[in-house]
């Protein structure tokens, strides 16, 4: 089975390598891909994989839009962090989707389900597709929450309890709003994307905080300003100088 990964996080490509390694060792990977326009470019000058799997964030887009670009014959297992049920219509024909972080029992359930198609021939129902993309309104396409593993254990976040998120040392917190913190695998980049803009802002490089958790503004010298969050954050909150008259229209719109 030749396979075309598309999915713009490092670690995630990894992470689901190592798992396709685990359950479909025969398995070849083309290549992997992180953003729409070597995806197209790279569907355009090769010839079709068995398989594509396909993160539906991309570093420059939606992949939705891959499929406005370039004729997909390849049946496509999607991944997302999104809410499963925004995207039952998925399951559809020879479309599947998997949630973060991938679970190896569902990855095999998504080979089964290629398999079964493959083998009854019944080919990529595009069309079935496109009324399944057509379902998805943007809005509805912002992260809800997130996994996090505590041990052996994983625990949920809504994202409605994010306090705000930050960078330290090449790693990305949260901290909710009991205070907690917690480590997430994603850079901040990354996460930013996934992320409401009604709901989160990104005041620096290192930063992310959500609306409800700026208790007061404060003038700063060199013309930014300064935070005061709830919880009380490890690092100063400061609204970078490019960044202060966007802050100031999103915290009051």
Not at 142 to 168: H, M
């Amino acid at each position: 089975m030749k396979i075309l990964l598309i999915e713009d996080e490092y670690h995630a490509q990894e992470y689901l390598v190592g798992l396709l390694n685990e359950v479909a060792p025969t398995s070849e990977i083309l290549a992997k891909i992180d953003s729409v326009e070597d995806a197209v470019h790279w569907l355009q000058n090769n010839p079709a994989p068995d398989l594509i799997f396909m993160d539906i964030q991309l570093a420059d887009g939606l992949s939705f839009s891959i499929f406005k670009k370039v004729n997909v014959s390849a049946p496509t297992v999607f991944i997302t962090a999104f809410d499963k049920y925004t995207l039952q219509a998925f399951k559809v024909n020879s479309i599947d989707y998997l949630l973060k972080p991938v679970d190896a029992d569902e990855l095999q359930n998504a080979l089964d389900k290629y398999q079964d198609i493959y083998t009854k021939k019944n080919g990529f129902d595009t069309d079935s597709l496109q009324k399944a993309l057509s379902q998805l309104s943007p809005k509805n396409n912002f992260r809800q929450r997130f996994l996090i593993k505590q041990g052996k254990d994983f625990i949920y976040v809504p994202t409605e309890n994010i306090a705000y998120l930050y960078s330290e040392d090449s790693l990305t917190f949260l901290v909710d709003r009991q205070n907690k913190r917690h480590l997430l695998d994603s850079p901040l980049d990354q996460i930013e994307k996934e992320l409401s803009p009604d709901q989160f802002f990104r005041i620096n490089r290192k930063q992310i905080v959500h609306i409800q958790s700026v208790q007061k503004i404060f003038s700063f010298f060199n013309n930014r300003l300064k935070l005061n969050l709830n919880p009380k954050s490890k690092l100063d909150a400061i609204v970078s100088r490019e960044r202060v008259r966007t802050f100031k229209k999103w915290a009051g719109q």
